[in-house]
């Protein structure tokens, strides 16, 4: 079945939605099929994706609720995506969901899955894969997640078997790893003994700046094999594709932004042994 | 009586702590008596502040469940902060705080000042602020907010007469400006008539950037007076005076990024009348 990677950390601004969606596009040009569900009420992802604010009905919070799930195209054959909107902050203010446990996703995937399953036994058609296919027929599936350290993420805690985390080259970004790290322990001693962390991302390193040099040196040296080898250049063509509703990588393929997020996509292709 | 602004934005890494920090010590240098509360569980005002993570105890938690009212010095005589540490997080995660409406902090000032008044009725002696000054002692009070819109950012618009909005010069920061509104909005209808936004901030502003300077054009454009005149550039400085525990203005008083701050404080004080 897909593995289910959430790309997250609780610090604004690191770049997890741009990794988000080029990591995704990157995948999906390399043959991969993909599926993008977008868990940040902003929908930045969406956008990112081309989905206009207006069509982003059914959403990730009818999934996470009902259990609708209709992925949309987008510009890129193998990538589909789920989109999100304002309604999802109902999840963090509302009953009954404030009160839920943290596996509204995860339960959303796995009855899926089971329903899925029964049809193919019955039928023994499924082959083609329908553009709502079901989430075994998507070789990975992308979780975009928000700031902050909500139900929201907790939901992509317990659904995801692997996190990747952005870390841009900051001096507040180091703060906030420590309690990312206690809060995946204490998930994955609770409700997802599958959970790992995959990789820790450097993000918009300035290689002309002294005090983002001295973080990467920082963060190598404390975390070792866990930081990915992959490091993402700031590069404004990054921060231009999402107004023109295309991942970098579509947009610029061939921009530093582009190739650093290829390079990761095979980096992470290698370290999960060429899967 | 002190004037509470609340600095947020639901998008994450546009600069509220920076603009928290450094409008804070901007006006404290210029005379005024300042509280700075960090309602962001990662504690980034803290740091900027100079409080170690291992003295934040008590912090904006014990503030907010149990009126435990402890501001610290910082280096900066008239600047006062309560620290925030990771215990916030449970206002969002554990009961009774999970379902509790969003007006502890408003209610926690609230009976510290009924407190405070009570006893000056009683010694007529108040005189010298101490160190844990009442809250109507201090000129301003200003909130760090958390990213996104989570029960702690709406505690702080409870609590808040005036908003501070910084906007990144960048697409996806344009994206969440009409939920925060709308929040903004039915929150001055339900709980908190006196909520008005007191302005939009553009930060990390970058001159030699078109997409920086299209997505100026564009604010002004549609949110006129609303937006400062003051911006804030993009300074590598601003990003470097957290790691030695200051606010810029003080780590470096004239570099771009101090001196936009400083304009930033004499703005605000005219718009506000002079007060
Ligand atoms: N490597 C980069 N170079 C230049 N700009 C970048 C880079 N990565 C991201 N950006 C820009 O920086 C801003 C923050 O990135 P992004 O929105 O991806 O972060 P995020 O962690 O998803 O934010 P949030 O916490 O709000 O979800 C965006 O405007 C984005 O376009
Ligand atoms: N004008 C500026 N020039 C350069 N760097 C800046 C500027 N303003 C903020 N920064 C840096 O950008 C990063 C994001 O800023 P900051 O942490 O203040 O944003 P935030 O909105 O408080 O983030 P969060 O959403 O996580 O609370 C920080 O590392 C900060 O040092
Ligand atoms: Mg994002
Ligand atoms: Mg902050």
């Known amino acids: 079945g897909a593995r289910i990677t959430a790309v997250a950390n609780q610090k604004g601004g690191v770049g997890k939605t741009t990794t988000a969606v080029n990591l995704a596009a990157a995948w999906a040009e390399a043959g991969k099929k993909i599926l993008l569900i977008d868990l940040d009420p902003q929908g930045n992802a969406s956008t990112g994706l081309g989905i206009a604010p207006q069509k982003r009905n059914p959403s990730a919070f009818d999934f996470l609720t009902q259990g609708v799930f209709a992925p949309q195209r987008t510009l890129l054959d193998n990538l589909w995506v789920i989109p999100a909107s304002r309604d999802l902050n109902k999840i963090l203010r509302e009953k009954p969901w404030r009160d839920a446990p943290d596996n509204l996703l995860r339960d959303a995937l796995k009855a899926l899955l089971l329903e899925k399953e029964k049809r193919a036994a019955e039928t023994k058609s499924e082959g083609e894969a329908s553009p709502a296919a ?36 900051e001096f507040y970004a180091l703060e906030g790893l420590s309690q990312l790290f206690q809060t995946v322990e204490s998930l994955r001693s609770s409700v997802n003994p ?18 983002s040099e001295q973080v990467e040196a920082d963060v190598r040296a404390h975390m070792g094999a866990q930081v990915y080898k992959t490091v993402i250049p700031r590069n404004v063509r990054l921060s231009e594709a999402p107004s023109h509703g295309m991942p970098a990588t579509l947009y610029d393929s061939s ?4 190739l650093a997020y290829k390079a990761l996509a095979e980096e992470i292709g290698r370290r999960r042994g060429g899967r």
């Open 194 to 211: 599958d959970l790992r962390i995959d990789g820790i991302l450097l993000t918009m390193a300035d290689g002309r700046n002294s005090l």
């Open 255 to 258: 921009c530093s932004g582009s």
């Open 134 to 169: 079901p989430p075994h027929l998507y070789d990975d599936i992308i979780l975009d997640c928000p700031p902050g350290l909500s139900s929201l993420t907790s939901n992509a805690f317990c659904a995801a078997r692997s996190l990747i985390v952005p870390l841009q080259c």
